[in-house]
């Protein structure tokens, strides 16, 4: 008994069937059992709901996509019933979504490396971080109509159309845009945030040891280091601006087609009104006046690929590069 | 880089003169290559100095669990090879052996924790008190087989709900705090803990220290009482003092139960195992009582572990 | 001073410019608070405690100070916007209520007992759920369920019983806190799983090998140790329920209306329309200064609420963080 001479070491090594784990729900408690049942039946009915809308939107939108429907302006009326698509409320996404992304980028960005790098005092570093949140929790309504109340002062008349009695319209892409920022701002932070605190101190650490100094090191070192990070928030951003509707609806006018305002070529479009998809499902709705399902099906659905292939790039950018605080703790795990 | 050691002609401190305690008296070890897949071979059996060893002897108990040719797979790497041991009631066995032997992995099967694992397959039987494992009812099983992990890992409660938890949660019907009192007391005076935090059981058990967390397991452990105590390293994350602690703790509580320790330390497993079992690389190579696994080891390999020469 | 900004800057300097960047965060925060309450004066000044009752039809007075135009007069600013409250606490409250349960249930099935390619599929679809916008589910609704619930769920009795009153027509209480619930969902259950998953792997071993059953086990100890994210999940979808207004305005029937429980059957039918709704959809003559001071006053008390929801989920929290919880 005392030695176990091992097996000859060439034995084809197949492995055993698995077998049966026997626990079956004969000693659970009955009102574990009721559990079960209910997780079971909440995880079943999340995914026949969530194949149902994916179904539904796919079968639907692409029923009634169609080049002529993506390509051409809408008609100038209000009745949607005609011809006509919504290539103007594309322009409108695609321009909404740069203006809030290219103002909100700097700033988050410049906000994450403050609180990471300095945060002096300390009480200030924790108010911005509160700050942040409470951005992020504020309704998209209650922003769009501060916006109004904030551009709808003299100073800020050249953002957009000011009437002959001297009341600035205050809706325009540019203060749509401005707006649109503060809901992508806590996104950029909130990566940029997390991407800086995963960098190693070590790397910070060789870089003062060089000599360089704080500022230099940031921008040298850990700003590249962090790109993908930011090029995530960026994308959640992006995808937050491209569906928000309320801000839309209330600083931008929501006309159906862009309206630019004055003469100048570029700022006019940017002092305009305009609409978005968001806006153009809405007004295409029962509930607007546009009367026309297909078209917000169609309209719903490019909407739709917009959102997912910006999701799809989150992913895509975090797998290639993006550090996470996860990975350093698996690593030292 | 790798030769056969030849027998006849090794110049080691294997002889009639030198103890062959653990660890050589001031001298190192000589260097000796390894055969790694060569089948292990018994040495002669060679009368040797005992080592110092204090434990008194224990007349063991009923033989509480029983393995028979039990191999584990993960995935189609062997981790446990066929192997067959005796689990004795008021005993404490040992498992030693180098990192990655599947000293782990075979603790580990002993309450069926390796099921937690996708890959993981298991063949050969188990038996607990004659009746196979895989008969029981799996939580059955755990109740009656408890387990002390490397780290020490109390729940993010109080000492008192880490202790009473089994007790709650094993139950049909939850008891009252009248019913598990006396028995969490019960279980941290056995545990040794009791004296230390019966000022405010209350507390976070996250607050003690690190050998206070794995007293405070071990009586979570032992709180339903247990047949079989399985014990992964307990004491490699803690001080010497604390180590101490425990060691004295494992002598009183094999009293009642059957105890398997997997340890790497060496000198641990000679100062607390009755029967030691030496694996290598999913072999069991040595079993025995313990004198005789560190006094006359019948195997080459296992005189090779513990005279130093791999770890 | 070109030459000025292009020298490398020093440390002193380039702390102070991203201070100054980040303090903006606060700056801005500071301005909506003050503009909002500015213009919201008008409207408790007039009204006073009065504001948050009943005090009639309220869609009739909304449409008054639209109205009155330019120069309101003092009886023009009277509001009791109780009923826009109601409808709101009711939506939120159901949704998040419904939602949250739902949620748990559905990420502790996930996490513990869904099949290993189930989970796989579910877990990316329901990250997508959530970044869908609510426009999209209130067309599904507007479109899919009013119609099924006027057709086949409200009787052409109970609509006649009630024809004088209010007009039901499929949208109302039980097509919103439908549409609600399945919009704030996935966000919830994407948290939660994340929580669940990153419950420490020593306390889940620990309570399986104790011989508790796979159930108690997740709920004791995981679902335990995962509360301060559930509570935060909770809060982010509550504040996303409570500033959801366009989707509500598509799908709530938009009356003016505090749907009444004692009504029975038909209270799950009746029309409403929470405050953020009332908002998009008065945008428009937010020229009349009677109704900017009441759109104005709804917008803070919308304000008010996240900033006290947020409050709320910070005082959840502080007591977990004493049993080693990280919150």
Request: proline share 10%; glycine share 14%.
């Given at each position: 008994m005392a030695v176990t001479p091992s097996a000859?070491?060439?034995?084809?090594l197949r492995p055993p069937r698995k077998r049966r784990?026997?626990?079956?729900?004969?000693?659970?408690?009955w009102t574990d059992r009721i559990a079960f049942v209910l997780c079971w039946a909440s995880g079943l009915s999340l995914c026949l709901i969530a194949a149902a809308i994916v179904v539904y939107m796919a079968v639907k939108g692409l029923q009634f996509l169609s080049f002529d429907v993506i390509f051409s302006r809408p008609l100038?009326?209000?009745?949607?019933?005609g011809s006509g698509g919504f290539w103007d409320a594309i322009v409108g996404t695609v321009l909404l979504t740069i203006i809030g992304i290219a103002i909100a980028t700097p700033i988050a960005v410049a906000t994450a490396i403050w609180v990471v790098?300095?945060?002096?005092?300390s009480w200030l570093a924790r108010a911005v971080e509160s700050g942040i949140e409470i951005v992020a929790g504020t309704p998209d309504i209650v922003i769009a109509i501060f916006g109004l109340a904030l551009f709808q002062?003299?100073?800020?008349?050249?953002?957009s159309f000011t009437a002959q009695g001297g009341a600035?319209?205050?809706?325009?892409f540019l203060t749509a845009g401005a707006m649109m920022s503060l809901i992508a701002l806590p996104m950029v932070f909130g990566a940029t945030r997390e991407g800086l605190q995963s960098v190693p101190a070590h790397v910070r650490e060789a870089s003062y040891g060089l000599g360089k100094t704080k500022i230099a090191t940031i921008r040298r070192v850990l700003l590249p280091s962090v790109k993908p990070n930011i090029s995530t928030g960026a994308a959640l951003g992006m995808g937050r601006i491209a569906g928000d509707t309320a801000i839309v609806v209330v600083l931008?006018?929501?006309?159906l087609r862009i309206d630019p305002e004055g003469s100048v070529p570029g700022v006019g479009l940017l002092r305009g009104t305009g609409g978005t998809l968001t806006s153009y499902v809405y007004n295409n709705s029962?509930?607007?006046?546009?009367?026309a399902p297909q078209k917000a099906y169609a309209a719903a659905f490019v909407l739709l690929l917009v959102v997912i292939a910006l999701n799809f790039a989150v992913d895509a950018i975090a797998k290639r590069g993006a550090k996470t605080g996860l990975e350093s703790t698996r690593l030292g795990a | 880089m790798i030769e056969e050691t030849e027998q006849t002609e090794e110049t080691t401190?294997?002889?009639?003169?030198?103890?062959?305690?653990?660890?050589?008296p001031g001298l190192p070890p000589p260097v000796r290559r390894i055969v790694v897949d060569a089948p292990p071979t018994v040495a002669h059996a060679t009368a040797v100095n005992h080592g110092v060893r204090s434990a008194k002897e224990q007349a063991a108990g009923p033989v509480r669990m029983t393995l028979e040719a039990l191999s584990v797979f993960y995935g189609t790497k062997q981790?446990?090879?066929?192997v067959s041991l005796p689990i004795r009631q008021g005993e404490v066995l040992a498992l030693i052996g180098p990192?990655?032997?599947?000293k782990t992995t075979l603790l580990r099967t002993l309450n069926r924790l390796?099921?937690?694992?996708?890959t993981a397959r298991r063949e050969g039987t188990i038996a607990l008190d004659e009746q196979?494992?895989?008969?029981?009812?799996v939580t059955e099983l755990r109740r009656r087989v408890a387990m002390v992990f490397q780290q020490p890992n109390p729940f993010p409660m109080s000492i008192f709900d880490n202790v009473a938890y089994a007790l709650r949660e094993q139950a049909m019907k939850r008891p009252g705090k009248s019913v598990v009192e006396p028995l969490v007391v019960d279980a941290l005076q056995r545990a040794g803990l009791y004296d230390e935090v019966?000022?405010?059981?209350?507390?976070?058990?996250?607050?003690?220290?690190g050998g206070q967390q794995q007293r405070l397991c071990i009586a979570r452990a032992i709180a339903t009482r247990p047949e079989v105590l399985l014990m992964d390293?307990?004491?490699?994350?803690?001080d010497p003092r604390s180590t101490a602690v425990i060691e004295a703790l494992i002598g009183d509580l094999r009293r009642d139960l059957a105890i398997v320790i997997v340890t790497h330390n060496l000198q641990q497993a000679y100062r607390v195992g009755d029967h030691v079992a030496f694996m290598y690389l999913g072999d069991l190579v040595e079993y025995g009582p313990t004198e005789q696994v560190f006094?006359?080891?019948?195997?080459q390999r296992t005189r090779d572990y513990i005279g130093g020469a791999f770890g | 001073m070109l030459d000025r900004l292009r020298e490398p800057w020093s440390d002193q300097r380039a702390e102070r410019t991203l201070g100054a960047l980040a303090s903006l965060v606060l700056v801005l925060i500071a301005l909506m608070i003050i503009f909002v309450a500015i213009r919201a004066w008008p409207s408790f000044q007039h009204n006073?405690?009065?504001?948050?009752?009943?005090?009639?039809?309220i869609d009739e007075q909304i449409g008054r100070q639209v109205n009155g135009g330019a120069n309101p007069t003092a009886?023009?600013?009277?509001?009791?916007a109780w009923p826009l409250i109601w409808g709101t606490i009711l939506t939120t409250g159901l949704a998040v209520g419904i939602g949250l349960c739902f949620s748990v249930l559905a990420a502790i099935f996930i996490v513990e007992f869904s099949p290993g390619g189930l989970r796989r599929v579910i877990v990316p679809v329901v990250r997508l759920l959530a970044a869908v916008p609510s426009v999209i589910y209130g067309l599904i609704g507007i479109l899919v369920l009013v119609p099924f619930v006027n057709n086949h769920l409200v009787s052409e009795g109970r609509k006649e019983s009630v024809q004088y009153v209010i007009?039901?027509?499929?949208?109302?209480?039980l097509v919103s806190v439908v549409i609600l619930t399945v919009m704030i969902t996935p966000i919830m259950i994407a948290i939660i799983v994340d929580a669940l998953y990153a419950v420490p792997r020593g306390w889940k071993e620990g309570a399986v090998a104790l011989g508790v059953n796979r159930w108690r086990a997740m709920w004791t100890v995981s679902v335990r140790a995962a509360r301060p994210a559930i509570i935060a999940g909770a809060v982010l979808a509550c504040a996303r329920a409570l500033g959801e207004a366009i989707m509500l305005s598509m799908?709530?029937?938009?009356?003016g209306f505090a749907p009444n429980?004692?009504?029975?059957?038909t209270f799950i039918f009746e029309p409403l329309r929470p405050l953020a709704s009332t908002i998009v959809e008065d945008a428009e003559s937010l020229n009349a200064p009677a109704v900017q001071a009441t759109v104005y006053s709804f917008a803070l008390l919308l304000l008010f609420s996240a900033f006290t929801m947020s409050f709320c989920a910070w005082l959840a929290k502080q007591p977990m963080k004493k049993y080693g919880i990280r919150v």
């Open positions: 000859e070491p060439l034995r084809p784990v026997n626990e079956s729900l004969r000693t659970w408690r100038p009326s209000a009745d949607q019933q790098e300095y945060g002096r005092p002062q003299g100073i800020f008349a050249p953002l600035v319209f205050g809706r325009s931008l006018g929501a006309t029962p509930a607007g006046e546009g009367n | 401190p294997v002889t009639d003169d030198a103890p062959l305690a653990p660890m050589g981790a446990v090879k066929e990192s990655g032997c599947g390796t099921e937690l694992t996708a196979d494992i895989d008969q029981l009812e019966r000022d405010d059981l209350d507390r976070p058990a996250l607050r003690l220290s390293e307990p004491c490699s994350a803690l006094g006359e080891p019948r195997a | 006073g405690l009065g504001w948050f009752t009943g005090r009639g039809d009886a023009d600013y009277r509001i009791g007009n039901l027509s499929g949208t109302g209480l799908v709530s029937g938009s009356k429980p004692a009504d029975g059957i």
